[in-house]
């Protein structure tokens, strides 16, 4: 029988953002991917995937899809039932909450992406996401904004809420027992490299995978060196 994995994209991105994974897994594993597009804040949006999700099950999440990663875990150990997750993946994932700074930054965005500028803003974060290579790579670019205009300013704004609205993860990581793989571009410059080898330090069972010309948004810029990672991880 294949094994259950849920895999949860980043801020602002569809079902899509995983295609290469899902095509390269396909055969080993039944593969789900929740909308994230609903709700305002992490707690309730963590809530509806661990209620939707299998009894047993594989999590992966990148950046925002890792930040719910680890608030599923947080209400799963809470509630008694951190087995129901058998491994956990995460991705490009900051485990500390919001800085002021941050939180005043995505309200900035917040408004001009309701002001009609979802152009000018998505152009500003541009250079945080993708390794340079990319960033001029109209093919890719035009893949990424396709998402973010299927999404539109009305869900920039839930999502920026749902990452607001997430907790310091520093003392959950050490009580996080499952076998947890940890992803990071080496040129990520959102959430570099030091952020993962001290997440790695603070978790009881988890490995690190560096991936080298590679951004934030490693499953589409380097998608056989994730998908390869995932193999491993998702082999007993």
């Known amino acids: 029988m ?18 290469n994974q899902v095509d390269a897994l ?8 929740p909308d994230t597009s609903f709700h305002e804040n992490i707690q309730d949006l963590a809530s509806e995937i661990i209620r939707q999700a299998p009894d047993e099950f594989y999590l992966a999440g990148l950046s925002m899809g890792g930040y719910i990663s680890l608030e599923i ?10 087995g129901r997750v058998t491994k956990l993946a995460l991705l490009g994932t900051n485990f500390r909450a919001d800085t002021d ?6 309200q900035d965005q917040m408004r001009a992406a309701l002001d009609g500028d979802m152009d000018g803003v998505y152009s500003k974060v541009i250079p945080l996401l993708v390794h340079e290579r990319f960033q001029k790579d109209i ?3 035009t893949q990424l904004y396709g998402m973010v205009l299927e999404l539109g ?3 920039f704004v839930r999502q920026q809420l749902v990452n607001m609205s997430r907790s310091d993860s520093t003392s959950l990581l050490p009580k996080i027992k499952c076998p947890t793989l940890i992803v990071c571009g080496r040129d990520d410059v959102l959430t570099p490299m030091s952020y993962h080898t001290l997440m790695q330090e603070f978790m009881p ?30 082999a007993d």
């Open 101 to 106: 700074a941050i939180k005043q930054s995505r």
């Open 26 to 33: 396909g055969g080993i594993a039944d593969i789900s991917i």
């Open 153 to 155: 300013a009305e869900v």
């Open 205 to 234: 069972h988890a490995d690190l995978v560096l991936i080298d010309d590679c951004g934030h948004f490693s499953a589409l810029e380097q998608p056989d060196d994730v998908s390869n990672a995932f193999k491993q991880w998702l």
């Open 73 to 82: 875990m947080r209400q799963l150990i809470e509630a008694g039932d951190e």
């Open 2 to 19: 294949n094994k259950k994995l849920i895999l949860i994209p980043p801020f602002m991105a569809t079902k899509a953002f995983w295609h």
């Open 139 to 141: 093919d890719f670019l």
